[in-house]
């Protein structure tokens, strides 16, 4: 399998993609890797990686705040544009990025191209739970507005998605909601209950955001603006406390003290709520299969999404998905 | 001014809203208390309370568990219901309720009444940010849905809200949405940003949900169901946090040691996020002032409602909002 990798995108490009890579390339020999971008600036860091790695060459860069619809638009050479059309034009079988967001977004619908039957792609992160686990949450911002229709195919596609690549035999899909009985909610996730209630899927019903954490299900239903405030709130949260935390634990040499016995215990804590640590976040929906790894991936970052990218291609991913929402 | 407080709703009515009452009847001489609920129960507590304290008969009571509309509608005699008849009848000026939400909300429409002009009235408590003042957000739950229009009502009922009950003299109103420029957000919050720019109050653009704790607006502006997502991810980011700090706090005997040497600071700064701490929930947009006090509200808290409606009342409030609403 030919998985491409966006060699340009993401905070600390292209070397750690270039190490990310040569780590993935030497640990899974069944794969070849694509590394796309600056032939100059690649190729001298490729002496003495393995044969199943190479380069194709790509001029330009997609950068962090290039208006995403108008750069894939214009940047016809831009890495990331490039990657995207190996896939479609079948020289790869999968693509990786950790560029803008929006732009790869905008590379899935523009170049790689929308699956037939999907209405919308969604982009579909792992949002950290207690138990260590997670939850992939769809749509988190391709789609700020989301119909009934929509919801349901997020959640037929986000439930392939945690057997195809995560092993779950049944993965529970819960609807983001502001109560659990099946008639709370706003128009929306009122008309999206009866439609998921009869898809494909082991629907668990309603989940409230205060309970996300808990790791109620395994794959969480909602729309791109409401998914987007979800996490952010998560986030912004998290941070204020643990940034309070840090300084009640440097404010008097005895809080330092203090602070070091129970550090251990909180850095595994932190570790946990860390939607890093969870990998990239397939774009779904497209026909090929693409994943947004986080800008600030690392090279172990880079390589495990090319382990995700693999498990999908092993288990034909795209195909199931496919096989799925025609025979709706 | 005469304020009525329903004596029977709440965890631990009546006692504590009693003795809520009796402390707030002493210490403002010139509000005159009703308490609305059973006269057997109320009247022996009332022996020696001061005489700007009354008793309203009322034989019903509506359950934690009532469906809101129907319990309205069918419990004419509720200790809440004939609170709010006493508002709409102009024989109190204001009423509390720490009972069922969606029932207060429910009286708030088919008893108190709505105002002119006003579509939509709007549940508005506070949420806690870092600086310990805190911004009002609404609507947080009366109506799921919203439309542009709702929003831009929200944002004036808010500020006003703000300048006549805390004294701010130019409030900040945020957008909540997914990004701060201007084009950002769902089909809701982009039809909203113009009305809100155009609108008589201090609009400040979007406000991102991760940036809400640090009181980056004093008011903040969403849809019910958003509102409703945003304060129960807050709640169950910071109560699960708090709960993993509990369990590495007691892990051990060191980490017990050095837990209570970090308590105290760890203590205040719960404190801080505790929205009970911030008193009611004003319903926005009725013809009467309606405050929503928290289920578990304590004697403290109703006195401090009642401090909320004295504030209100003093300052024109209702009148204050009505004719804003009727110049547009």
Not at 295 to 321: M, T
Request: glycine share 10%; aromatic share 4%; with cysteine.
């Amino acid at each position: 399998m030919r998985i491409a990798i966006d060699a340009m995108g993401g905070d600390a490009a292209p070397d750690i993609n270039i190490q990310g890579a040569i780590e993935a390339a030497k640990e899974w020999g069944d794969v070849h890797i694509i590394l796309v971008g600056d032939e100059k600036r690649l190729a001298p860091a490729l002496n003495g990686a393995p044969s199943n790695l190479s380069i194709q060459h790509a001029s330009e860069v997609v950068l962090p705040d290039d208006e995403p619809v108008r750069a894939v638009r214009r940047k016809k050479d831009a890495s990331m544009v490039v990657a995207g059309r190996l896939v479609k034009e079948g020289a790869a079988d999968a693509m990786i990025s950790a560029g803008n967001t929006g732009a790869l977004m905008a590379t899935g619908l523009l170049v790689v191209g929308r699956m037939e039957g999907i209405e919308r792609p969604a982009l579909a992160p792992m949002i950290p739970t207690m138990d260590g686990k997670g939850t992939l949450a769809l749509d988190l911002g391709a789609n700020m507005d989301a119909s009934p229709q929509h919801l349901m195919q997020y959640a037929i596609m986000g439930s392939i998605y945690r057997q195809k690549v995560h092993g779950l035999e049944r993965p529970r899909v819960g609807l983001l909601n502001v109560g659990t009985e099946e008639m709370k909610g706003n128009e929306l996730t009122k008309a999206a209950f009866p439609l998921l209630s009869e898809a494909p899927i082991h629907f668990v019903g309603n989940v409230e955001s205060r309970d996300v954490l808990q790791g109620n299900c395994d794959v969480l239903v909602c729309d791109g603006f409401v998914g987007n405030i979800l996490l952010k709130t998560m986030e912004g949260t998290a941070g204020t406390i643990f940034s309070v935390l840090k300084q009640e634990f440097t404010s008097s040499l005895l809080s330092k003290l203090a602070a070091a016995v129970l550090k251990p215990g909180l850095s595994r804590f932190k570790k946990k709520l860390d939607y890093k640590e969870h990998g990239g976040a397939p774009l779904l929906g497209l026909n090929g299969l693409v994943l947004k790894s986080h800008g600030s991936s690392d090279a172990k970052a880079i390589k495990n999404a090319v382990r995700q990218a693999r498990e999908a291609l092993k288990n034909d991913l795209v195909v199931s998905i496919s096989s799925e929402i025609s025979r709706k």
